[in-house]
């Protein structure tokens, strides 16, 4: 792939879905200003890649202090550190990346990562035959220690163009390319149970799993045929009404734990109060986030995962505006709520929302 690298000055690297580079870096820029670091990003489009820089050239590691990692909607990882190395000799590109790193620093772990894109999967042996010299040589001089509170990630743009950074563990995201691993379940009816399961994954906290996802809950999904997002609520032991026109995977309907009720979403209201609300169906932001508000404010749900699906332009500020007014509809209903919102891998054009209430 082109070589990515850009002027020699401290940086913030985050990386995001393909085509959304705008999106990441206009959220970027509007945090971070908050936050009171006033910079610029740069991104190219297609690349899944966006850099922060302050306008005076000074250090912006601060902002993974200041900014929770969750928080970033269209984030998927991010990494700070010096600027980008270029033209690593192919004979030793070990000696000048360990050269690079700032004396005494250690580390719980090392990731050698690359774009999410076509050309940045082709970089994928490289880094795995060149993690293990790396991993190998750190620690032959000391310097991973799994108590430390940063990781080393190492993101190639081409073998010999690298962005050495770091992430906080406990404030970024846990996996290899911030992707986390999903096997698509052989008796799943339709792939879009991984999104409901990376959801349930990245959007709420081991706690909140196990405080809201137990055995005996109920659910209702709406949209929910052929029964994807049904699938990883039973699976879970949780009794479901389905709502959905079209029909539900037969497998689903044996389980005993699964109401198909031929309606329309829009429409549906539960005879009584749910543990979780549920949808995926294909409407504008406009119509989803009020119905999903009217649950919650009314109490028909205590719980939701929802999709946003995006429009062409603006998707940013769209999906902003959007959670601030359900915000500030529970608000009114005094529904005590954390909102988190997040374009998950699995997601494609649209973004998956959280709502559950604050602890």
């Not at 032959?140 to 050495?164: E, N, Q």
Request: hydrophobic share 40%; proline share 7%; net charge neutral.
């Amino acid at each position: 792939m082109d070589s990515v690298a850009w002027p020699d000055s401290p940086a913030l690297l985050m990386t995001t879905r393909a085509g959304f580079e705008s999106d990441a870096a206009a959220e970027l820029t509007e945090r971070a200003a908050e936050q009171g670091y006033y910079g610029y990003c740069r991104a190219r489009a297609d690349t899944g890649l966006v850099e922060f820089r302050a306008h005076d050239g000074g250090a912006v590691a601060g902002l993974q202090e200041a900014l929770a990692f969750p928080s970033l909607m269209f984030s998927r990882q991010w990494l700070a550190g010096p600027g980008w190395l270029t033209d690593l000799p192919p004979e030793d590109r070990l000696s000048p990346l360990l050269a690079s790193l700032p004396s005494g620093a250690r580390y719980a772990d090392v990731f050698l990562e690359y774009p999410d894109t076509n050309d940045g999967k082709a970089l994928s042996r490289f880094c795995r035959g060149f993690g293990r010299a790396v991993h190998a040589a750190l620690e032959k001089r000391g310097l991973l220690d799994p108590r430390a509170a940063r990781r080393l990630h190492l993101l190639f743009t081409d073998s010999a163009t690298v962005f050495p950074g770091v992430a906080p563990t406990a404030n970024s995201a846990p996996w290899h390319l911030g992707i986390p691993r999903l096997r698509m379940p052989g008796d799943a009816p339709s792939r879009s149970t991984l999104k409901l399961e990376e959801a349930l994954l990245t959007l709420l906290t081991e706690h909140e799993r196990e405080r809201f996802l137990a055995p005996g809950r109920t659910a209702v999904d709406l949209g929910a045929a052929p029964g994807g997002w049904t699938w990883q609520l039973v699976r879970r032991g949780m009794h479901v009404t389905a709502v959905d026109n079209g029909p539900m995977a037969a497998t689903l309907m044996d389980s005993g734990l699964v109401t198909h009720e031929r309606r329309d979403g829009f429409r549906f209201r539960p005879a009584r109060p749910v543990d979780w609300l549920v949808c995926d169906m294909v409407e504008q932001p406009g119509r989803i986030l009020p119905l999903v508000g009217r649950w919650l404010a009314h109490g028909d749900c205590r719980q939701a995962v929802f999709n946003l699906k995006l429009p062409m332009k603006q998707r940013y500020a769209t999906v902003r505006d959007g959670l601030q007014r359900l915000r500030e509809t529970l608000d009114q209903a005094r529904y005590p709520a954390c909102i988190r919102c997040k374009q998950l891998y699995h997601d494609r054009e649209e973004v998956t929302v959280s709502v559950v209430p604050a602890s």
